[in-house]
């Protein structure tokens, strides 16, 4: 070629070349064989399919099909029905590891049975007692930690429960079925409040429906107790009897008190003293007496009644205080991880017929059991009871009767041959096992033959029943202590007479002292106490927060009941109505409630009035800084302290003025539980916490010795102040609430 066809940046400026022709003509060939594969891809589709283009008359094989409007694959409607729904999401919209539909996460934080344990009664029945608010009791278990609360509570499941179907038995394992979180069970103690309503038997036959709730004994969780006192109609204090009276004991005492509870005690674990100290019977009873008076003494003191004063009959004689006494029969002894307890009536009622069937040989259970505590001392020659020993150093009744076989069962069991053990049982209890029972092991065995001997715990219900009022006769009081309102009875509003007196034909007034996460721990239910009218699922209330009143109702909302149940920790029982005096769990409230709060019907025309809120004995004086680790996730952390005010009744969520999160508690532990319900139940994100700080208060103990003065900017007024305590009971009325 020429130079000059070429200009001086190098374009071709020439001639046209004489191949252009022939390129155009490779073009217009190639479009052609494209047109061809075209059409032969359609005749291998067959008529009717991907023809959407073309005219209603033409051929099928002649139709002109865009690309776009071409169909390989059929559509989801096609594929999976017309109901599927379809999700069509971007290219690289969210990482490969993150599926587009995310599996339902189950949260297995609590042990709980997907299917209802079986018992031995029907629901039926328990739905029947529920009817009836005079055969209720309403019982907080308390005591502080390790003293057999929740033991306890496992020898009263396994006694109304078809417990073997479980099979955590085998092992020898502690049943713990009120700590149902996985934390409770790998700590070994109780973190939650847990209520059971249970059907217990008594002495005479007849079925009670027995509320009761499992108190935890660490001091960090003493808001678990006041929120169950304030639903309790009465306290079951249980001490044991080596530990004796502790810091956790006084405290629940106390609060019993406060709240104007009925005081019941069981003395636990009882095999120790045989087991453990191997103490002498007679040594036992006096320890047993020390505990006793030990409780006697709190009680004393947190009523005003002088230490020294003299008991007759159970009562103080300074005071109306009920004391504790065997003979009164509010004390029982228990060796729940044996499975047995009794009171002293329902020991003696073993002796029924030992003495003869003859009209003057009979035994008077009642008398006999008056006689069985005290300095009391039996004259076998003259079978007759006396209050001076017959020789020194003779055994008291208690001893004799009481001690002394349970001692010498003890001892057969854990040391004698088996076939002396059958032969004791056999002749002395009236007792026989199955031959494979007598090759167990010695505490497995000695369980059975204590079950077998003693029976069921109806001395303990007996016990309840009888110094425990019923939900009925306790409401009257229970309502003067906590209702906010009017309590004239002879006032124009009604509302206050259906609650004193119970009634399930009333309007719907409920208390609501606690809050239970759900098992995915994305909502509450409501526990809580009826104190008039009748909740069904469906009903439509109205929930009044605590800081609500008739003249400002902006801490109020409406609501609908889902659902209704009786709690039985590990499962819940359905309940197509529940009835004034019971306590109740209710599905549907919690997004009005973040403490406490009134629950009432929503077109209740009459004025109402709030429950007071909790009053605790102790503060949250711990405070922690909470920050997530990821910065994004700040609102799944502000939402998971939401919900942990709600779980905890003392804790307290803040936002200070620097912008951080904190959050305080009563303790070390009460925080650590804390936090682990925030990372792994509520926001279920990695939080950083700051170094704990503790809040010092000081106090002034003695009157100062100078005088501190403030002057005027014009130096002609003076000011001078001095430092003195209050008087004795003044701090205590003003934080009760007395004084205002």
């Not at 209603?56 to 099909?65: H, K, R, S």
């Not at 009817?131 to 308390?142: D, F, G, H, Q, Y």
């Not at 003259?382 to 001076?388: P, T």
């Not at 003693?454 to 009081?477: C, E, N, R, W, Y």
């Amino acid at each position: 070629m020429e130079d000059s066809h070429y200009d001086e940046f190098g374009n071709y400026i020439g001639p046209a070349l004489s191949d252009s022709d022939q390129e155009e003509e490779e073009e217009e060939d190639e479009q052609q064989q494209q047109h061809d594969d075209d059409e032969d891809m359609q005749d291998a589709d067959g008529p009717g399919v991907g023809y959407a283009a073309a005219d209603e008359d033409a051929e099928p094989g002649t139709a002109i099909v865009l690309a776009e409007d071409k169909k390989y694959y059929p559509t989801a409607e096609e594929t999976y029905g017309a109901e599927t729904e379809t999700l069509v999401m971007e290219e690289d919209a969210q990482p490969l590891e993150v599926p587009i539909i995310a599996p339902v996460v189950s949260k297995r934080l609590e042990k709980l049975l997907d299917v209802p344990l079986a018992t031995h009664y029907s629901n039926e029945f328990l739905a029947t007692l529920s009817t009836n608010p005079e055969l209720i009791r309403n019982v907080a278990i308390v005591g502080a930690l390790h003293h057999g609360k929740t033991t306890l509570m496992d020898m009263l499941v396994e006694q109304t429960h078809d417990v073997h179907s479980l099979g955590i038995r085998t092992n020898g394992q502690q049943l713990r079925f009120t700590d149902t979180r996985v934390d409770e069970q790998a700590r070994g103690i109780s973190i939650k409040a847990m209520p059971m309503s249970l059907v217990l038997e008594g002495g005479t036959g007849k079925s009670f429906l027995v509320n009761l709730i499992d108190c935890p004994g660490h001091v960090n969780f003493n808001d678990e107790v006041t929120a169950a006192m304030r639903l309790a109609d009465g306290i079951l204090l249980v001490v044991d009897v080596l530990e004796g009276v502790g810091a956790a004991t006084e405290r629940a005492i106390q609060q019993a008190v406060a709240e104007g509870l009925a005081i019941t005690l069981i003395i636990s674990k009882m095999d120790r003293l045989i087991t453990e100290l191997k103490l002498p019977p007679v040594d036992a009873y006096h320890k047993i007496a020390f505990t006793i008076e030990e409780v006697n003494t709190v009680i004393r003191t947190a009523t005003g009644t002088p230490t020294n004063g003299a008991v007759a009959n159970g009562v103080a004689k300074s005071s109306s205080t009920p004391l504790l006494d065997p003979v009164q029969g509010n004390v029982a002894f228990a060796s729940c991880a044996y499975g047995y307890g009794f009171t002293l009536k329902s020991f003696a009622q073993l002796y029924k017929g030992v003495c003869g069937d003859d009209p003057q040989d009979v035994l008077l259970i009642d008398e006999f059991a008056k006689r069985l505590w005290g300095d009391v001392w039996y004259y076998p020659e003259e079978r007759v009871f006396r209050r001076k020993p017959p020789q020194l150093g003779a055994d008291r009744s208690f001893v004799t009767f009481i001690l002394d076989p349970l001692y010498k069962l003890t001892a057969t069991v854990i040391g004698e041959h088996p076939k002396t053990i059958e032969k004791v049982l056999g002749d002395q209890f009236g007792v026989y096992l199955k031959s494979s029972s007598y090759s167990q092991d010695v505490k497995p065995l000695l369980k059975q033959v204590c079950s077998k001997v003693f029976g069921s715990a109806t001395g303990l219900v007996d016990m309840l029943v009888q110094h425990i009022p019923s939900s009925k006769a306790a409401t009257a009081s229970k309502v003067s202590r906590l209702y906010t309102g009017p309590q004239d009875p002879s006032s124009a509003n009604q509302v206050i007479q259906f609650m004193t007196g119970c009634s399930r034909t009333g309007p719907l007034i409920m208390h609501v002292a606690k809050l239970f996460p759900k098992n995915d721990c994305s909502s509450f239910d409501a526990y809580g106490r009826i104190f008039s009218g009748t909740l069904r699922p469906g009903d439509e209330v109205r929930v009044l927060g605590e800081n609500y009143t008739p003249d400002d109702d902006e801490d109020s909302g409406d609501a609908v009941v889902s659902n209704v149940w009786l709690y039985q920790a590990r499962y819940r029982v359905p309940m197509s109505k529940v009835t004034a005096g019971n306590l109740v769990l209710v599905e549907g409230l919690d997004t009005l409630i973040t403490k406490t709060a009134t629950v009432v019907g929503r077109y209740l025309d009459e004025e109402v009035h709030v429950f007071r809120p909790l009053r605790f004995q102790t503060r949250s004086v711990m405070k922690i800084a909470t920050e997530p680790l990821q910065p994004s996730e700040l609102p799944k952390m502000v939402e998971g302290l939401r919900k942990i005010n709600k779980s905890y009744p003392l804790a307290v969520t803040r936002v200070e003025e620097s912008g951080e999160h904190t959050l305080l508690g009563t303790g070390e532990l009460y925080l650590d539980s804390v936090m682990k319900d925030l990372r792994e139940m509520y926001a279920d994100i990695e939080v950083k916490v700051a170094d704990p700080v503790v809040a010092f208060c000081e106090t002034v103990v003695e009157t100062s010795s100078l005088k501190c003065f403030a002057e005027t900017p014009n130096k002609k007024n003076k000011i001078t102040m001095i430092a003195e305590p209050l008087d004795k009971g003044l701090a205590e009325d003003i934080e009760s609430g007395k004084i205002r």
